[in-house]
Each structure stands twice: as C-alpha cells, then as structure tokens.
C-alpha cells in the first residue's frame, strides 16, 4: 500500500496558477502510474490527469487540456499538477491517487488517494 500526501491548494482569483504535490511513500514509486482526479460539492469525482510509471506518457480530462501539466519526479517520490489559467469551475478537492496501470487511470479508476488539497478559484 502507498500512502499519499497532497499539498499547494488554495484560494486563488480566475486567470491565476497554482502547483500542486503529491508526496507518496510506502512502495516502490517508480512502478506506481499515477493521476489526479478532484470533487466539487455536490458533484461526482472527476479524473484530472494521469501519468505513466516512467513519465513518459501523460493523459487529460478535456476541461483541462492545455492549461494544466501533470509531471513527476521518481527520485523524490512526488507528483505534481501545475495548473495555469485557472477558472472558477476548477474549484474542488483536488487528489492524488494510484493506478494499476495507464489504461486505468485513464478510465479513472484508481486504487488509493490521499486526503486531498482544496483548490478554490474566485471570479
């Protein structure tokens, strides 16, 4: 099992940029694929981003393409989502979760999450 931190949220105005990590600790990381999904009141969990073990493959949800970039750094066990141009409907709690495989995050499944970070973008 891996154990998953999430920092970087905050309170921000429409247009601004925020980088959110991901600390992750408890397996072996670099085999792990790993993504970003978030939750806003009321409304049901939608996947973020994804990327593969190795870095080398990245995937997006449509409603954040092109603004935000999902990267990782194996020898720091950590995950990062640099979000630019933010909006208002960006507002949720943003979690970083596992994989077992890039087809699956992908399809949004995912086997663990942290706690999550909010990220809340005013108008």
């Known amino acids: 099992q891996v154990q998953l931190v999430e920092s970087g949220g905050g309170l921000v105005q429409a247009g601004d940029s925020l980088r959110l990590s991901c600390a992750a600790s408890g397996r072996t990381f670099d085999r792990i694929t790993m993504g970003w999904f978030r939750q806003a009141p009321g409304k049901e969990r939608e996947f973020v981003a994804g990327?593969?073990?190795?870095?080398?493959?990245?995937y997006y949800a449509d409603s954040v393409k092109g603004r935000f970039i999902i990267s990782r750094d194996n020898a720091k066990n950590m995950v990062y989502l640099q979000m630019d141009s933010l909006k208002p409907e960006d507002t949720a709690v943003y979690y970083c979760?596992?994989?077992?495989?890039?087809?699956?995050?992908?399809?949004?499944?995912?086997?663990?999450w942290g706690q999550g970070t909010q990220v809340t973008v005013s108008s």
């Open positions: 979760a596992t994989a077992s495989s890039f087809a699956t995050v992908i399809r949004g499944e995912f086997d663990y």
């Open positions: 990327i593969s073990w190795s870095g080398q493959s990245t």
